[in-house]
């Protein structure tokens, strides 16, 4: 269990066509995250992404539809999918979610939580062994938001991720803004939140946008990062200081694609937060909240 | 402890249950959960399809103006989202079943062919094509 925690560092960002330019542009990124689904396993180069790749910079397989908290069995398909696409771009993890996305052969499209009981652990557990075996390089399960729980839960988020990473040596992709969307509708302390999971199976960190509407807040990767977000990185990398360098953290964003000026001004709020545990407030005027 | 494949069933039956209240059209909760959430999580899975599939069709939704979301939200309520191919197969039968009730314009037309030319349908949906059907040489 003491395994060296896969090398993903520095500054980085969920890699979308509508960006590609900026993050070309962009000389300080450790690592992009390619969405597994959007790719042909047996296609041509994405050259863009081989570009990035041959200065250094990592590429991160994560997948959204391997339905890793489902009954139904798992797809050797999409099992392929993300093993021939890590192997492409050498990469150093693959990333999946805890979490299910179909139920009775349909397809939601969307991460569904998971029930937190023991028999639901128990089948992740299954189900994440199955993929391990499958997949040339380490696994990473994110933490997911939700805006529905199941009832009779058995046991509290940080307690089953804990068990979960303890069973199977999965990494954590932790999801700094899934627990801040998580904390502000559900109404926990978030940094309580994050003192119970294993810190030191974190591979590398998400954070993303969201926006409230009718008193729900929506974790829609289309909204800037808030600065309670970037407060929660900047604790998260002081919780390194003095370990060694801390997990990379990435900004995902899928929807109402920034201006470059606003792009550059978040990303360099994420690493000045993840440098010196130092809150920096953009100084390009966000877009708008809505 | 490993699974029982009773448990196992339980699982895929409450999950079964779950993804059917979730892409229902009257977004009615299950029994036990709170029914305020489950709107607003099921409204919001249906807005990301939307604006999922639209994103992939510009042209197509541009041609609709006023009337896509009507139109959408009646294909949607009848059609699953395909298992393979993502929002751009979603898009792809959504064009498909709207031709059969009407024509498309000239430029969702053309951007039908564009797709068509990448993609095949298949089964689940769309999947990519591996030989060009187009070659361009150049004289």
């Not at chain 1, 627990?179 to 559900?186: C, L, Q």
Request: net charge negative.
């Amino acid at each position: 269990m003491n395994a060296a925690s896969p090398k993903v560092r520095g500054l980085g960002i969920g890699w979308r066509p509508e960006l590609a330019l900026d993050i070309e542009r962009r000389s300080d990124l450790g690592f992009v995250e390619m969405l597994a689904e959007d790719f042909d396993p047996l296609g041509d180069d994405c050259l863009p992404l081989r570009r990035l790749r041959n200065r250094g910079v990592q590429v991160v397989v994560h997948g959204v539809s391997l339905s890793l908290g489902g009954a139904e069995p798992l797809s050797a398909s999409r099992l392929d999918r993300l093993a021939r696409l890590a192997e492409r771009y050498a990469s150093p993890l693959i990333s999946e979610h805890v979490a299910f996305v179909r139920g009775g052969g349909r397809e939601t499209g969307h991460l569904m939580p998971v029930p937190r009981t023991r028999d639901s652990l128990e089948l992740l557990v299954a189900n994440i062994r199955e993929a391990q075996a499958a997949l040339p390089v380490p696994l990473a399960v994110e933490n997911i938001a939700s805006l529905v729980e199941w009832p009779d839960a058995e046991m509290t988020e940080p307690q089953f991720l804990t068990e979960l990473l303890d069973r199977t040596g999965a990494w954590l992709l932790l999801d700094l803004e899934n627990v801040y969307a998580n904390s502000r509708n559900r109404g926990f302390d978030p940094i309580e939140f994050l003192e119970q999971l294993p810190l030191e199976r974190v591979a590398y960190a998400h954070v993303a946008g969201g926006v409230e509407r009718s008193g729900v807040y929506h974790d829609t990767h289309a909204h800037a990062v808030p600065p309670a977000v970037l407060e929660l990185v900047a604790w998260f990398a002081g919780r390194y200081l003095g370990q060694g360098t801390a997990p990379g953290v990435m900004l995902e964003r899928d929807d109402r694609f920034p201006s470059s000026e606003q792009l550059d001004a978040e990303l360099t709020a994420i690493a000045a937060a993840m440098a010196d545990g130092r809150v920096v407030s953009s100084e390009v005027p966000h877009d708008a909240v809505g | 402890m490993t699974l029982s494949a009773e448990s196992r069933e339980r699982l895929a039956r409450s999950q079964a249950e779950f993804v059917a209240a979730m892409l229902a059209v009257d977004g009615r909760a299950p029994e036990s959960f709170d029914p305020t959430h489950w709107q607003a999580a099921a409204t919001a899975l249906a807005t990301k399809r939307r604006r999922s599939a639209a994103r992939a069709w510009p042209a197509l939704v541009e041609s609709l103006g006023d009337e896509f979301e009507r139109l959408w939200t009646e294909f949607a309520a009848a059609h699953d989202l395909p298992a393979s191919g993502g929002p751009l197969a979603d898009g792809f039968l959504f064009a498909k079943w709207l031709m059969s009730h009407r024509p498309l314009s000239d430029k969702a037309r053309r951007e039908l062919i564009s797709v068509e030319l990448q993609h095949q349908p298949c089964a689940e949906g769309l999947k990519p094509r591996r030989r060009p059907t187009v070659r361009v040489a150049r004289l």
